[in-house]
T-cell receptor
Framework: AQTVTQSQPEMSVQEAETVTLSCTYD???????LFWYKQPPSRQMILVIR??????QNATENRFSVNFQKAAKSFSLKISDSQLGDAAMYFC??????????FGAGTILRVKS | EAQVTQNPRYLITVTGKKLTVTCSQN?????MSWYRQDPGLGLRQIYY???????DKGDVPEGYKVSRKEKRNFPLILESPSPNQTSLYFC????????????FGAGTRLSVL
């Protein structure tokens, strides 16, 4: 079964600085999707960024970017110019085409002013 | 507005009292699923449905039932709730042909006393 591991239960970053959240996964498939979701205190699940495994180019969405290392099965999220509104729980997730999402345990990100 | 609607948002109940959490989507999505979120475990899939009258177990189906009589609705039924079902529940749906993104409901916080 596929698994997703987030080894950092909590991270802290100073406002305006950069932070990287780690994620590794295990799969024998070659075609799949990877996601980072943000969950603020409102509990809403917000899609931050997604990566298709067959694309070598790392996905970028404004201040959010990923470092996708397919051979190493690593998918880290970099948040640049951190803002107070970035404070949340972040989940890494794996999905085969059309199937369920498999989530990591989550990383709580705290942003210090 | 495209959305997945869950009700209720909060629910406190007692052991053994049957309850239903409703989920409805207005996007004509075929695939719908239920997840539960627990600290340190992330989100785990309970049940999913590929289409009307087609449902199947996810990773943690014990103690839950679902039905899919209409395309838009996918209720989660706890026939005899127990305290270990205290959790945060999410309903999600996926559009046909764009299976690399899931639309999440706002979540239901359930406490079973």
């Amino acid at each position: 079964a596929q698994t997703v591991t987030q080894s950092q239960p909590e991270m802290s970053v100073q406002e305006a600085e950069t932070v990287t959240l780690s994620c590794t996964y295990d799969t024998s498939e070659s075609d799949y999707y990877l996601f980072w979701y943000k969950q603020p205190p409102s509990r809403q699940m917000i899609l931050v960024i997604r990566q298709e495994a067959y694309k070598q180019q790392n996905a970028t969405e404004n201040r959010f970017s990923v470092n996708f290392q397919k051979a190493a099965k690593s998918f880290s999220l970099k948040i640049s110019d951190s803002q107070l509104g970035d404070a949340a729980m972040y989940f890494c997730a794996y999905q085969e085409y059309g199937n369920k999402l498999v989530f990591g345990a989550g990383t709580i990100l705290r942003v210090k002013s | 507005e495209a959305q997945v609607t869950q009700n209720p948002r909060y629910l406190i109940t007692v052991t053994g009292k049957k309850l239903t959490v409703t989920c409805s989507q207005n996007m004509n999505h075929e695939y719908m699923s239920w997840y539960r979120q627990d600290p340190g475990l992330g989100l785990r899939q309970i049940y999913y449905s590929m289409n009307v009258e087609v449902t199947d177990k996810g990773d943690v189906p014990e103690g839950y039932k679902v039905s899919r009589k209409e395309k838009r609705n996918f209720p989660l039924i706890l026939e005899s709730p127990s305290p270990n079902q205290t959790s945060l529940y999410f309903c999600a749906s996926i559009p046909a042909g764009v299976k690399n993104i899931q639309y999440f409901g706002a979540g239901t916080r359930l406490s079973v006393l």
